[in-house]
């Protein structure tokens, strides 16, 4: 009703676009978690009975994390499927969202097909949008997504006990060989994408198929977070984390959490077939240490948890590899065949330094 | 230990930052419904039996919500200020926060400010960050804020019935006023915050005093939610909502959600002595209807509550007034001396269309 003679001539308002793309998307069922969904000041939220709440926000910013003139659809798939490994790596479910929306112009085009994209990752993953925000600027996604986790339950970086197995979910590299093979990080205006692939020597890009090229691609755009499996997991876990920044930076937050050194068996590293057959194997190493993007579940468990562990993958449809042990001691080593690598130089992929090698 | 030989000679990683201004200064002292902070994959929240949460979102970007070369800890005091204003028109207490923070440069002179301001508004509020994700790009602040009311009690826009009075706390106009009187509107790159100031004609600049000035500022980058009072009147509150688009556009969301008509007396707005005397009467109720970013609550009330909402508002050292009612029927209707203000060509402020008169 603030609609006035001149609102019809003119370009539709952050109202109307919210709500002709966002509410009427989303208002259709909530969960039963969720007492208030969009459209007030906040929505409301009511816990499961002996749940805890999860909460973690991560931003993806255009031609940092994706070419700003990528499918919006695949964006928005990008952006909550990326926070939802956040809570994969607690153990924990889904309940909602909250969108920070920043866009350099109110392109109904653009927002329809974000929308859709947004809203059927909501729906594979029963995560509703609850709220939000949507301003004018520069192409900018920030998502909260919050879950719930039983009581006590949360699977944190700080519990990994010597003599634990390393683990990882899926394969590796693959995040860091889709921006190469698919040339996302060539795309864009900014130089931050175009420096995360600098120091990866060109992949055998002659032997791309279109199956490699898709698997890729929905491996950069539709990571598939761990969410069935960590939770069915979560009793056997010891400690857990998302693969957001590669292997080498992010195990080394489970050490440091955990005051332990992880070791880890360059060799055992498992990787999909389009990044074997894409790249030679120092370049799947490098890129599954360091190139980032892999949103898989890294997590220690008893060596004796194994076979467990196995079943409930299994049931779940994911593969899991052991990758190294938990030992005494600080920091993360790599050995490929006994030997040790040389970290010297090397680094997860850092958003305020580029990756140079 | 991700650290290696090339680190050292390295500007400051996008871990060590994060570590160094917001887990070192907020990892001290978690409130009791907080059961994991800052530092791991998501922070866990143990919901106080009895309560609901409540999640929303806001988005602050550089020279559209603030000018970008602002003092940094007003940046940060204004963006969570900001968030929790919309948890006040829940009638919410604030638990946790988190940050998405997008910055052109890892500048440690900017970031050691920025978590200063951000530190003491939360500490203010008792509203400790528990995680968030920094990032390279345009300056832009994603704060997602997260906080609890008891089961049912949520304040919400819809529950606006016929013969209400309308009620807002403190002042109204400020934020406009504000924005014109400190040129905060003029100082940034960008057009959008420029474009919101154009129709307010120029204010009496010459009777500005450096208390005006301290008092505008204050409004600006640290509007006050209304909390306390907002918790504690919340039984006596029929449908609520944050003032921050201007009261026309907002008082239009309480009563279409509500199925209600506004009727405002413009008579009746309350301006600080700051506001009318840098204004003329046009200009200050321009600026409360259509200004935007007063941060007030806006409720409506059975009129018998009033006596009760005055000793509460006291008690919390809120002024509040009544500046009209509800009334059957559809949209807000202003009346200046029982005449109707046309609203033809007037709207809150709007990110995507800046405000023109």
Request: charged share 20%; net charge negative; with cysteine.
């Amino acid at each position: 009703m603030e609609a006035s003679a001149a609102t019809a001539i003119m370009s539709p308002s952050e109202f109307e676009l919210i709500e002709r793309y966002f509410n009427s998307v989303f208002s259709q069922g909530l969960s039963p978690g969720i007492s208030l969904g969009i459209g007030d000041d906040a929505a409301v939220i009511s816990p499961a009975a002996g749940q805890q709440g999860c909460i973690c926000t991560d931003v993806l910013v255009a031609d940092v994390h994706f070419p700003a003139a990528a499918d919006p659809s695949d964006i928005a798939q990008r952006a909550l499927r990326v926070n939802l490994s956040d809570l994969a790596a607690m153990g924990a479910t889904p309940v909602c969202f909250t969108l920070g929306l920043t866009l350099p112009a109110a392109d109904e085009e653009w927002l329809s097909h974000f929308a859709a994209g947004l809203f059927a990752a909501a729906n594979r993953f029963d995560c509703p949008l609850v709220g939000g925000d949507t301003t004018r600027g520069p192409l900018n996604i920030a998502i909260t997504v919050y879950g719930e986790v039983p009581v006590g339950e949360a699977l944190r970086r700080s519990g990994a006990k010597e003599g634990d197995s390393v683990f990882v979910t899926g394969s590796l590299g693959k995040g860091r060989t889709a921006l190469e093979a698919l040339g996302l990080g060539k795309t864009g205006e900014n130089t931050d994408a175009i420096e995360a692939v600098k120091g990866f020597r060109d992949i055998k890009r002659s032997d791309m198929t279109p199956g490699y090229k898709d698997f890729l691609y929905q491996c950069f755009y539709q990571p598939e977070p761990r969410l069935t499996f960590a939770s069915a997991a979560r009793q056997y876990i010891n400690s857990a984390i998302d693969l957001s920044d590669g292997l080498y930076a992010d195990l080394g937050h489970l050490a440091r959490a955990s005051g332990q050194a992880m070791h880890v068996d360059a060799g055992a590293l498992p990787f999909a077939e389009a990044v074997i057959a894409l790249t030679d194997s120092a370049q799947r190493q490098s890129a599954a240490l360091f190139g980032g993007d892999d949103y898989e579940i890294c997590f220690t468990a008893a060596v004796d948890s194994a076979p467990a562990l196995e079943l409930i993958a299994a049931e779940s449809e994911v593969v899991i590899t052991c990758i190294g042990e938990v030992a005494a001691g600080t920091g993360v080593t790599v050995r490929d065949d006994g030997n040790i690598v040389s970290m010297e130089g090397n680094h997860g992929f850092d958003h305020f330094r580029g990756a140079e090698k």
